[in-house]
């Protein structure tokens, strides 16, 4: 395990939030495939909120509807974890108070939590920007957050597909000859099926997110794709860019990606590894990636190439508009 996450133990299970939506038990799916790849059980979390309003005999009816309510969607999540997933072991736990703190509470003694996007009545309420968010942005350890499908709301799939439509970021392929500049490929053409995708910023491999991604991969059988995106000069001048972008923050940024493809390829040889340098904004090319990525990762803050990797930058960026699920992997506190 990443070395800047919490330790926890081997058997530490998956948390999932769950507040009686759909979403929620399309979160519950994705925390029993990762349960599965890692061997460990899964623990449902639900939470019910406090009313103080000086009557106490309605203060005990409020108590009592909320905490039925709660418990019923536990069960309701535990008959659809056993239905699906009969291996995994499963437990639950309430929380009185505020959804997002009771989550990061549990939290540490698990090894991931996922949460869906957005969460509708019951416990656990809340938007990205409020449960979700605080989750992703505060956890001890790495957070999967997983978006509607487009059957139950298609808001994130329609947000993604107009990102595509209006940004202007390319994909710079190099010449195998070697000569003249590298061609642009637009984002929204690159195919990130089959793959986890990892934004690399200049930490490269001291990023803990890059060290989570290429675990994920291997315990999932899938490929890694290294993601760099070179924003440094966007608003210049087209010849400008042309002139220096192109030719030196370019090429000294595939150097590097280059050079940690190799080492990771070399470290992990069961996961194959490919990389992609991008001119462009951070945020607008990782969401594209989630169009056709079987996970996108992030870290909660990082440096260099990703500017402010901060929750409220590019992971908040990527967090709102994903189409596909997003890991947010904490940094080293």
């Known amino acids: 395990m990443n070395k800047d996450v919490l330790n926890t133990s081997s058997n530490a299970p998956v948390l999932v939030g769950i507040d009686g939506s759909e979403i929620a038990l399309r979160a519950l799916d994705r925390a029993l495939t990762e349960a599965r790849a890692r061997h460990v059980p899964v623990r449902l979390i639900g939470a019910y909120p406090v009313a103080v309003v ?55 003694d698990c090894c991931l939590v996922v949460m869906g996007k957005r969460g509708r009545g019951g416990a656990l309420r809340g938007r990205l920007g409020s449960v979700s968010a605080a989750v992703a942005a505060h956890s001890p350890v790495p957070v999967v957050v997983v978006p509607p499908g487009e059957q139950q709301d298609g808001a994130d799939q329609d947000q993604a597909r107009t990102v595509v439509r209006e940004a202007q970021d390319v994909q710079l392929a190099g010449n195998q000859d070697g000569i003249g500049q590298p061609h642009r490929v637009p984002a929204s053409e690159t195919d990130f099926s089959g793959t986890v995708v990892v934004g690399v910023d200049a930490s490269g491999d001291e990023n803990p997110a890059v060290a989570q991604a290429i675990e994920y991969a291997a315990a999932h059988g899938l490929g890694l794709s290294l993601v760099s995106v070179n924003g440094a000069l966007s608003g210049t001048p087209e010849w400008f860019q042309d002139q220096y972008n ?51 990762v992030v870290g909660s803050r990082g440096v260099g190439g990703f500017t402010g990797l901060l929750l409220g930058s590019v992971s908040q960026a990527v967090l709102a508009g994903a189409a596909g699920p997003v890991m947010v992997v904490p940094n080293a506190r």
């Open 54 to 108: 000086g009557d106490p005999g309605l203060e005990m009816r409020f108590r009592e509807a909320v905490t039925q309510e709660c418990e019923s969607n536990l069960m309701a999540a535990v008959e659809h974890a056993r239905a699906q997933a009969p291996e995994v072991e499963i437990d639950t736990v309430t929380a009185e108070g505020d959804a997002a703190r009771s989550v990061l509470r549990a939290a540490k």
């Open 246 to 296: 192109q030719t030196y923050y370019f090429e000294e940024s595939l150097k590097k990606l280059s050079g940690l493809t190799r080492s990771i390829a070399q470290r992990a040889p069961e996961v194959q590894v490919s990389d992609h340098a991008f001119l462009g904004r951070p945020g607008r090319v990782l969401v594209q990636a989630t169009r056709t990525a079987e996970l996108v």
